[in-house]
Structure formats: C-alpha cells, structure tokens
C-alpha cells in the first residue's frame, strides 16, 4: 500500500511538468505553422504581381484582431510604434507589397497623402515623388553678459528640395540637396535594395546616407520633438558629420534592429586627400511593446581613422538654436587627431500620449603622439500629446517619425498639440580652450496635419567658456519659433 501510495503521488507530481512540456511543444509548433502561412501568403502574392494581376490576402487573424483591438481603444490614434515612416526608414515589404496590389487593383497612379503628389505605374514597379522641407526660424537671446549674443534674428534652417522612388520590388533611391547656414550641399543621395535574409527584412545601402546613431541622432531634423537634436546627436559624433558616402546594411526584426555602416567623408567633402574612414553600428530593441506601453532600448558605436586634412575634428554647438552664430558651446584646439571612438546608449518609454528619453555618449580622441582627449554629453527629456495622438516613434528602426493627427487643421479640426521639456549638457572641456555647456528646453509643438508644424522653444542655458576669452561663464535665455512643412 505505501509502494502504491508513492507512485500515485510521483504521477500526480510529474502530471503538471508533462502538460506544460506538451503545452509548450504545441505553441511552438503553432507558432512554426505561423511563420509557415506568412511565408506562403507572401510568395503567394509576388507570384501573383509577377503576373500582372493583384490578389486580396487577408492578413492573420489575431494580428487583424490585435490592431482592431488597439485602433479601437486609442479612438483612431496608431497604435505606440506605428507612427508614419520617416524618410530614413521606408516601410517594409509588406507595406510596399500590399501599395503594389492596390495600385493594381485601383489602377491608382497619383497619391498626394505624403503632402506632394507621388506618380507611380499601373503595375506599381515604378514610382516617383519630389520631396522636401522648409523650416524658417525667428530668435531672440537676452540675459547674456557678451553683448553680441543678445541678438534677435531670423535664420532659413533648411531649405531642401529632392526627389525619391522606386524601381521594381526591391530597389529605391534617394537625392537631395539643401540651403542652410548660408550654403548649398548635398544631404541624402543613395541606393538601397530592400529584400529578406534569414527570414528577416535587409537593406542595403550605397551612396551619402545619414548616420544610424542614438535615438535623436538617427532621426531627421523635421521628426524630433524640439527644434534641434539633443547635444548627444550633435557633439557625439565622427568628424565627417551626421552623413558619410559608403555602405550600409541593416536587418529589422519584429521587435529590433541592427545596422552597420562603413563610409568615408561627407559627399561633399573636397577631394584634395583621402578620406577619413568611419566603421559604425547601432542597435535597438523594444522588449516590451503593447497597446499602451512602448519600452525602447539602443546602443550604438563608431571607430574612426581621422584624415590629415581634418583641421577642426570636434563641431560647436549650437546651445540656444542655429540662429545665433554667437552663442556656441566651443570645440576647442584639438588638431591633428588621428583616431576617435565614440559609443553611446538610449533609452525611451511610451504610455498612450505619453514619452520620456534618455540619451548618454563620449567620445575619445587620439593623436599620433598619444594625446588623447574626452567629450561627454547626455539629455533627459519628456513630452505630452494633450490633444491625444501616441508619440511619433517608428518601433521598426527605432526612430522619430510623423504623428498621425487625428484632426487636421486643413480638415476642419485644431491639430494635434504636444508639450515637450529636455535638459541636457555637453563637456568638451578636456580638450585645450573648450568648453561646456548646459540647456533647459520647454517646447511646444502643434502639428497642422502630419507634415506641417509649429514650434516654440523657451531655452535657458549656460556656458562656461576656456580661460583666455574673457568671460568664464555665461547665462541667459532664447527665445526660438520655427515655421515647418516638410513633405
């Protein structure tokens, strides 16, 4: 009786151990069968666009069930991650597969919802869109000890115009050129071939792109939540600048991606030496990602080999907005560096209309003489949307994006309004004659529709200027608005 009594009790014991065992078998192979049927409904509609004829699939069930489900409860708003594309991130080969099989179906050949018409063929193997920006600045600076400081002006902060579309399944492209600070460049101008490896979606990249580097330093000027990227993105950064001319590859999953990059100067540099070489790579991942909360994680690193003809290797920064040419954190007298690293890490959290970041990064330069010098920088911020958009941030590259509005002034409704504070620092100070600087920014956006803005910053700022200038420490505010429509 007491052998009986102790197997029973040992079957009873194991009994959970083997349903959960057999549990967890069975959702793996659901989720094979998944991955499976996914994989047929795509080949299922290449095939068909191969063969001229556009055919209805119906995405899975629980992700239609999912979306509705979070559509419903936000009353319209996207859902965290789901803002609208920005330019550096382009939608996935799903988003371009299902536009193909509606332009086929429709015969659809002009679209103006990106704010300029985009022409595209019957078939949708060949699209075409002129793209662009304009953003004018107004600013004025009190409260500085240097007179020249406490100016009042106005600035064209860019003023860009280029052009961008696809050729087949698979291959896109991108030019640009842009009016700023008084001068004419060259911003994005590549190639890139969208495909699947590994199951994931991959793309490679030829041509002058920008950096994929931190959460405002990956994101373009017109999709960051305050005026100008924060002093991380700004003076974490190579010395060739936010672009390099070479290649890059990067591979989304679901929650995640990684990028790397190799690439010499800007593509505007003048071709009197060799270039500077920049390797690069950034991470993210969202490893808590639901209808309401949106959790953010980034790291990101470079090495760089400095040319000879590189005379000024670390960027001034504009504390109190690009407008004023006088009011700058000093870059100091570091010439002649021949090597750097730079490496940094991020951090964001979203709840329905609700976000808050993190950002911290340090650079290290070296010269051939083994003086080395480095440079900090870090910024916290937070913002609000009270009109109830959800943040504007592409869960798929791990970027800043366009929010969806939901009542757009040009429709009759008042736009959506977000309010935004950050503070932040940046120390050059090691290196001879640099200085530091520290920033406090209220922000007020209102997005007209989901490509023109309105902004306000308030910045309360102090420098402390190197030894030698005439002033060790300067304090005062600015005042900046920016007038943006970017399409």
Not at 23 to 31: G, I
Not at 164 to 170: L, N, R, V
């Amino acid at each position: 009786m007491q052998r009986g009594a102790l197997l029973i009790l040992g079957l009873w014991i194991a009994a959970p151990a083997r349903a959960q065992s057999t549990d967890e078998v069975a959702r793996l192979a659901r989720l094979v069968e998944a991955q499976q049927a996914q994989i047929a409904r795509l080949e299922a509609r290449l095939n068909a666009i191969d063969a001229g004829k556009a055919i209805a699939v119906a995405p899975p069930a629980p992700q239609a069930e999912t979306l509705t489900a979070a559509q419903n409860q936000y009353h319209g708003r996207a859902p965290l991650g789901q803002a609208l594309p920005s330019d550096a991130h382009p939608p996935s080969l799903d988003a371009r597969l299902a536009r193909i099989e509606r332009l086929q179906r429709d015969g659809v050949q002009v679209d103006w919802s990106k704010g300029t018409p985009e022409f595209a063929s019957a078939d949708g193997n060949f699209t075409f869109r002129p793209r662009g920006r304009i953003l004018i600045d107004l600013g004025t600076t009190t409260g500085s000890s240097v007179p020249s400081r406490n100016i009042t002006a106005t600035r064209a902060r860019s003023l860009r115009l280029g052009l961008e579309g696809t050729i087949g399944k698979h291959l896109s492209y991108v030019l640009e050129g842009d009016f700023a600070n008084n001068d004419v460049t060259i911003k994005s101008a590549y190639l890139a071939w969208t495909t699947r490896f590994l199951g994931q979606q991959t793309e490679f990249a030829l041509g002058n792109r920008l950096n994929d580097r931190g959460l405002d330093g990956s994101s373009g000027t017109i999709s960051v939540p305050f005026l100008e990227r924060n002093v991380v993105a700004q003076g974490i950064i190579p010395a060739r600048g936010f672009f390099g001319l070479g290649a890059a590859a990067r591979v989304y999953g679901s929650h995640w991606h990684v990028g790397v990059q190799v690439s010499g100067d800007d593509i505007n540099n003048a071709s009197t030496s060799s270039d500077s070489r920049t390797i690069a790579a950034r991470a993210h991942w969202n490893p808590v990602k639901t209808a309401n909360w949106l959790v953010h994680l980034g790291a990101w690193g470079f090495n760089e080999k400095i040319a000879g003809d590189v005379v000024r290797p670390v960027r001034s920064i504009a504390i109190g907005g690009f407008y004023n040419d006088n009011l700058r954190v000093l870059p100091g007298d570091f010439a002649h560096a021949t090597r750097g690293n730079g490496y940094g890490a991020e951090f964001a959290l979203f709840h329905r209309t609700l976000w808050a970041s993190a950002e911290a990064g340090a650079r290290d330069l070296r010269k051939g003489s083994g003086e080395a010098a480095h440079h900090s920088a870090w910024s916290l911020a937070t913002g609000w949307f009270l009109t109830g958009e959800t943040p504007p941030y592409l869960a798929r590259g791990g970027v800043w994006s366009r929010p969806k509005v939901l009542q757009p002034v040009t429709s009759g409704g008042s736009g959506a309004l977000e309010l935004a504070a950050r503070y932040e620092e940046i120390d050059y100070s090691d290196s001879p004659l640099a200085g530091r600087g520290t920033a406090a920014t209220l922000g007020v956006n209102w997005y007209l529709n989901n490509f023109t803005r309105l902004q306000l910053n308030a910045i309360d700022w102090t420098i402390t200027s190197p030894s030698g200038t005439g002033m060790a420490s300067d304090h005062g505010q600015s005042l900046v608005g920016r007038a943006q429509i970017a399409f």
